[in-house]
């Protein structure tokens, strides 16, 4: 079945340093990719997505291109902040998984000032 | 964008007690829902798909007869816990999807339940 694989964490950085999180699928199909982000004690928000081999999501300056050859999806900031730190999870929805949304374990990332 | 109301956001009750979490999709129409559970400094595991009208389709492992979800109308979903126990506190997360195949799942915001 699909799956997604993140990084562990925690991913711990200062403030303006260079953000990657890996992620990685496995799908049968073409599905979708998305990273969400989640705020402590809160929902999961949208951060981007990207819909088709090649598109790149970008939002708040974070960006991550669906790289169908290496079927990755990592999300990069060039310059976090401290409002940054959150836990962000990569996901995957596609027809054989009836478009739910299929979510790795999750990146915590945590930036100080 | 759409906005997805989850309440209560915080819910303490007895063990052997029922809890009903309500999640509400504010300006669209919602044909699906799901419903999350997610454990302490881990992922979200799927509980159910709810779509409107029909009864909801538990992953394995989800006692249904537990977690009662109905989805009466296309903008409310809720989900029961039946004599809820310590080991069902947790944070469950609803989403639900506008009407199409592979379009956005917006979330609610959460809530937490604890059993004592």
């Known amino acids: 079945g699909d799956s997604v694989t993140q990084m562990e964490g925690p991913v711990t950085l200062s403030e303006e340093a260079f953000l990657t999180i890996n992620c990685t699928y496995t799908?049968?199909?073409?599905?979708?990719l998305f990273w969400y982000v989640q705020y402590p004690g809160e929902g999961l928000q949208l951060l981007l997505k990207?819909?088709?081999?090649?598109d790149k999501g970008s939002n708040k300056g974070f960006e991550a291109t669906y790289r169908k050859e290496t079927t990755s999806f990592h999300l990069e900031k060039g310059s976090v902040q401290v409002s940054d730190s959150a836990v962000y999870f990569c996901a995957l929805s596609d027809a054989d998984s009836s478009y739910k949304l299929i979510f790795g374990s999750g990146t915590r990332l945590l930036v100080r000032p | 964008g759409a906005v997805v109301s989850q309440h209560p956001s915080r819910v303490i009750c007895k063990s052997g007690t029922s809890v009903k979490i309500e999640c509400r999709s504010l300006?669209?129409?919602?044909?699906?829902m799901f419903w999350y559970r997610q454990f302490p400094k881990q992922s979200l595991m799927l509980m159910a798909t709810s779509n409107e009208g029909s009864k909801a389709t538990y992953e394995q492992g989800v006692e249904k007869d537990k977690f009662l979800i109905n989805h009466a109308s296309l903008t409310l979903s809720t989900l029961t816990v039946t004599s809820a126990h310590p080991e069902d506190s947790s944070f469950y997360i609803c989403?639900?999807?506008?009407?199409?195949?592979?379009?956005?799942?917006?979330f609610g915001q959460g809530t937490r339940l604890t059993v004592v």
């Open positions: 990207a819909t088709k081999a090649d």
């Open positions: 989403s639900a999807k506008i009407r199409g195949l592979n379009t956005e799942a917006f």
């Open positions: 300006d669209f129409q919602a044909t699906t």
């Open positions: 799908a049968t199909g073409y599905p979708s």
